[in-house]
C-alpha cells in the first residue's frame, strides 16, 4: 500500500471514531445517582481565609502605593492608597459581608496642589518633581557619542 492509500484509510477511521463520541457539551462535572434524578456535586474548596498586605514607595519614580486585605469565609474587609498627581493620599476602606456587596469608603488627605511646581505644570524635562511631601531628582542623561567605524 502507498501512503496516500494509508492516510485515507487513516481520516476514515478517525471520521468514524469521532461521529460515534457524543459531545455533552461544556459545563462543571455532573453525577448522576442510581435512581435517575439527577444531583449536582459541589467542587467548591474549604471557606477562604487569608491576609495580606504589600506597599511600594520607590522615591526616584515618585510611586507610593499599598494594599492590605483580610478574608475570613463570607466577610472581606481591607484597604489601599495612592498618591494623586496633585499631591493628596487617596485611601479606600472597604468590606465585604456576605451578599451585602462592595462596600466602599473613599477619604482624602492633603491640600490638592495646582500651582506652578505642580505635577500638572511641570514638563518632565525639568528634572524634578515633588511626589506627597518628598521632592526627587530625575538623573540627568545625556545622548551617547557616535561611532564611527572604518
Known amino acids: ?7 485515507l484509510l487513516l481520516g476514515v477511521a478517525a471520521m468514524a471514531a469521532a ?4 459531545f455533552g457539551g461544556y459545563g462543571a462535572p455532573r453525577r448522576y445517582s442510581s435512581d ?3 444531583s449536582f456535586e459541589s467542587y467548591e474548596s474549604d471557606e477562604a481565609k487569608y491576609n495580606f498586605d504589600w506597599a511600594v514607595r520607590h522615591g526616584p519614580s515618585g510611586n ?3 494594599h492590605q486585605e483580610a478574608r475570613d469565609n463570607d466577610n472581606t474587609k481591607g484597604s489601599y492608597h495612592v498618591y494623586l498627581p496633585d499631591g493628596r ?3 479606600v476602606t472597604y468590606f465585604v459581608d456576605g451578599g451585602s456587596g462592595y462596600i466602599a469608603d473613599v477619604k482624602y488627605s492633603g491640600e490638592a496642589s495646582f500651582d506652578s511646581g505642580s505635577y500638572e505644570s511641570r514638563s518632565f524635562e525639568s528634572g524634578s518633581f515633588e511626589f506627597g511631601s518628598d521632592s526627587h531628582e530625575f538623573p ?3 545622548p551617547p557619542r557616535p561611532r564611527y567605524y572604518n
Do not use: H, P, V, W
Not at 500500500?1 to 492516510?7: G, H, R, S, V
Not at 461521529?19 to 457524543?22: A, H, I, L, N, R
Open 36 to 38: 435517575s434524578s439527577e
Open 1 to 7: 500500500m502507498n501512503a496516500k492509500t494509508i492516510l
Open 19 to 22: 461521529d460515534s463520541f457524543e
Open 64 to 66: 507610593n502605593y499599598g
Open 140 to 142: 540627568r542623561y545625556s
Open 89 to 91: 493620599r487617596q485611601t
